[in-house]
Structure formats: structure tokens, C-alpha cells
């Protein structure tokens, strides 16, 4: 599991850099034009901050040994797929029912810093 958690950072944290580029350079008119240019930089801003997160629960995993790490992971990888995932699409498409689920994102994302706060605290 802790490979998988550090691939998954690792690759996140990768798109998050090709992402953004794009972004900024290609997509920057069209982002502008539509006043989504902001939205796009949150979502690629919380890519990589779950990026981290991921590649410290990867090696957090590697010293104490808890399910709770694994699902903090699942977690994290899951809401950064649909908190960022959903603001691309919709920086892409316009299609706003999108922004009803990127709650749901934020929420995985919560749940997953609470669950590496309750292994660090409890040290099971």
C-alpha cells in the first residue's frame, strides 16, 4: 500500500505541474474569457497540496503500521479525482451541475487529514 499511496502522489503532483502549465499558458485566454481562470488555479492548487498529502501518508505508512493510513490515502486520491476533477471539467465544458459534486471532493479530502491526525495522535 505505501508504494501505491507514493506512486499516486507522485503522479498527481506530476499532472498538477503539466496542468497548471497548460493552464497558464494555452488555457489562459479561454480561462480569462470565461472568468474561470480562478477556479482552474484551485483546482490545480489542491492537486498538489494532495499530492503532499498522499506522499506523507506513503511514508507514514512505512513506519506504523494502520488500515487507517490506507484509507486516509483512498481518501485523498478520491477527492483530489473529484474536487479538482470536477472544477477542470467544468473550467472546460461550462457544464455547472459539476459544481454540486465538488463538495463531495472537499469532504474525502477532510476525511482523510482527519484520519492521518487520528494515527499520528493515537500512534495506533
Known amino acids: 500500500m505505501q508504494k501505491f499511496l507514493?506512486?499516486?502522489?507522485?503522479?498527481?503532483?506530476?499532472?498538477?505541474?503539466?496542468?497548471?502549465?497548460?493552464?497558464?499558458?494555452?488555457?489562459?485566454?479561454?480561462?480569462?474569457?470565461?472568468?474561470?481562470?480562478?477556479?482552474?488555479?484551485?483546482?490545480?492548487?489542491?492537486?498538489?497540496?494532495?499530492?503532499?498529502?498522499l506522499l506523507i501518508t506513503g511514508l507514514l505508512a512505512y513506519r506504523i503500521e494502520n488500515r487507517l493510513l490506507t484509507y486516509a490515502g483512498y481518501s485523498f486520491l478520491g477527492g483530489t479525482l473529484i474536487f479538482s476533477?470536477?472544477?477542470?471539467?467544468?473550467?472546460?465544458?461550462?457544464?455547472?451541475?459539476?459544481?454540486?459534486?465538488?463538495?463531495i471532493g472537499g469532504v474525502l479530502m477532510i476525511i482523510g487529514w482527519v484520519l492521518v491526525a487520528w494515527v499520528v495522535a493515537t500512534g495506533e
Not at 499532472?15 to 481562470?37: I, N
Not at 476533477?85 to 463538495?103: D, H, K, V
Open 85 to 103: 476533477g470536477s472544477l477542470y471539467i467544468l473550467c472546460l465544458s461550462g457544464i455547472r451541475w459539476l459544481g454540486a459534486i465538488t463538495p
Open 6 to 53: 507514493l506512486l499516486s502522489g507522485a503522479i498527481l503532483g506530476g499532472l498538477g505541474v503539466g496542468l497548471g502549465a497548460f493552464g497558464a499558458h494555452a488555457l489562459k485566454p479561454m480561462l480569462e474569457a470565461s472568468q474561470r481562470l480562478d477556479t482552474y488555479e484551485t483546482a490545480v492548487k489542491y492537486q498538489f497540496y494532495h499530492a503532499f498529502a
